[in-house]
């Protein structure tokens, strides 16, 4: 069974900063694309970062461009996204997604995490 576990939320002011895991178990994540999303309060989940199975290639949304920075150790079956400078508008539950398809919709993704809560003070 596919199971994927996020961790490193929590809270902190703007401009700092986080490192969130996705550990991957059930399969390799060399064998699929895999992505970060979030949802904010009264909001749809939207992409925040995804990645192509070789780890070579990604793609940002424009809100984080130049702040986020999303990697994958497959040897260790982990994904990450590392958060700079961070703003109040990035608060929200951050989850990990794997798939088939290269996308920055969430619905074509098969696999999901629990979330890990981010929340950015002022």
């Known amino acids: 069974q596919v199971q994927l576990v996020e961790s490193g939320g929590g809270s902190v002011q703007a401009g700092g900063s986080l490192r969130l895991s996705c550990a991957a178990s059930g399969y390799s994540t060399s064998s699929y694309y895999m992505g970060w999303f979030r949802q904010g309060p009264g909001k749809e989940r939207e992409g925040v970062a995804i990645m192509y199975t070789s780890g070579g290639s990604a793609y940002y949304a424009d809100s984080v461009k130049g702040r986020f920075i999303i990697s994958r150790d497959n040897a260790k079956n982990t994904l990450y996204l590392q958060m700079n400078s961070l703003k109040p508008e990035d608060t929200a539950m951050y989850s990990c997604?794997?798939?088939?398809?290269?996308?920055?919709?969430?619905?074509?993704?098969?696999?999901w995490g629990q979330g890990t809560r981010v929340t950015v003070s002022s």
């Open positions: 997604a794997a798939g088939r398809v290269y996308s920055m919709i969430p619905g074509r993704y098969d696999y």
